[in-house]
């Protein structure tokens, strides 16, 4: 009796084994993958039930990496690959995440990466126009604000640019506002809500106070605070490293967040909102700027702009347009000087 039903429930999990995979359909390749960022990331997208092939590929040390992760019981497979051709990586990708590139040292700003990390966006951008044009592009390579415009022109010279499935991941800067209200208000994290546009770097961070859920009546010295924190975030984290580098752990987190999100919006899901810093033109005066989007089976479904702001808000969006402008400017004069 007892052998019988040892044996019952082992075919039963057989079966289930065996029928599972059929769930597993999207490929999503991860171009950085030993890195800092690289590494947690591509740990958190082994173990989604919704991703049937992780592609990682980077300069060097992939073969180690992709071989520890296979090793983890999930049914999501793992293959690698490095040098500059990204076509095996890229071709039949759906989601791609790059999180390559130099990070922050003590001082530096995330604009003073931009000659080392404008090469590897640009690189991979042509890859994609070559190779996977279709796939959903997340870049988290700094500098955001000026990177994301160089993927489009990449692939807006290229005839493939579908601005409705390109995203900067600005998803961490929700992540932390979402963590510090929740301090400040005493709520779990997880039940806290709030928008943030504008861009990934200093003013151009907009944390939407104003619009958090459930309400945060934070006011005076105590909000200003807050959004100099929101602002400072990164560079807090690249104080305490003190030289190794910037945040790895939050950001693969919020990286994941966005990637997870788009994978639901792919298979169908409705109502699926995540902010990021997209090519839009909801700002008149900048060709790029973050803000909450519904996500669908294309990528973006709808913009939802900026939504109703407080006066503070709104001048926080005016004192933006500056710095956001001069760093399209600079993707978009790097594509240029490589013609
Ligand atoms: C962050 O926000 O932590 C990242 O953009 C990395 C950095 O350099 O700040």
């Given at each position: ?10 075919l039963f999990r057989k079966s289930f084994l065996r029928t599972t995979p059929q769930n597993f359909k999207h490929n999503v390749a991860i171009i950085g993958a030993s890195g800092g960022i690289g590494q947690p990331l591509s740990l958190l997208l082994k173990l ?117 499935k390109i995203f900067g991941c600005s998803t961490l800067d929700s992540v932390r506002t979402n963590t510090f209200v929740a301090g ?156």
């Amino acid at each position: 009796m007892f052998r019988k039903s040892i044996c019952t429930s082992f075919l039963f999990r057989k079966s289930f084994l065996r029928t599972t995979p059929q769930n597993f359909k999207h490929n999503v390749a991860i171009i950085g993958a030993s890195g800092g960022i690289g590494q947690p990331l591509s740990l958190l997208l082994k173990l989604n039930p919704n991703i049937g092939e992780l592609r990682l590929h980077d300069l060097k040390d992939i073969p180690g990496v992709a071989a520890d992760l296979s090793h983890i019981e999930t049914a999501v497979s793992v293959s690698h690959a490095d040098g500059r051709d990204y076509g095996s990586t890229l071709k039949g990708a759906d989601i791609i995440v790059v999180p390559a590139g130099m990070p922050r040292k003590p001082g530096m700003k995330r604009e003073d990466l931009f000659n080392t990390n404008a090469q590897v966006v640009y690189d991979v951008a042509k890859g994609m126009a070559e190779h996977s044009p279709d796939a959903i592009l997340i870049i988290i390579t700094n500098p955001i604000n000026a990177v994301v415009p160089i993927a489009c022109e990449v692939l807006k010279d290229a005839g493939k640019l579908n601005p409705r499935k390109i995203f900067g991941c600005s998803t961490l800067d929700s992540v932390r506002t979402n963590t510090f209200v929740a301090g400040i208000i005493g709520a779990d994290p997880k039940t806290v809500n709030i928008p943030v546009i504008g861009g990934h770097s200093g003013i151009t961070i907009i944390p939407l106070i104003s619009r958090s859920t459930p309400p945060a009546c934070i006011e005076g010295e105590q909000l200003s605070k807050l959004i100099t924190r929101v602002q400072d975030a990164g560079t807090e984290v690249v104080k305490a490293k003190a030289g190794k580098g910037s945040a790895t752990l939050s950001m693969a987190y919020a990286a994941s967040r966005l990637t997870f999100s788009m994978l639901r919006a792919l298979d169908g899901e409705a109502n699926i909102v995540e902010s990021a810093y997209v090519l839009s033109d909801v700002v008149p005066e900048v060709k790029y700027f973050a803000t909450p989007l519904v996500l669908g089976k294309c990528g973006i479904e709808k913009n939802l702009g900026l939504g109703k702001l407080s006066d503070a808000e709104q001048k926080m969006v005016c004192e933006a347009l500056e710095p956001l402008k001069k760093e399209i400017a600079k993707g978009e004069k790097f594509v240029q000087d490589q013609k």
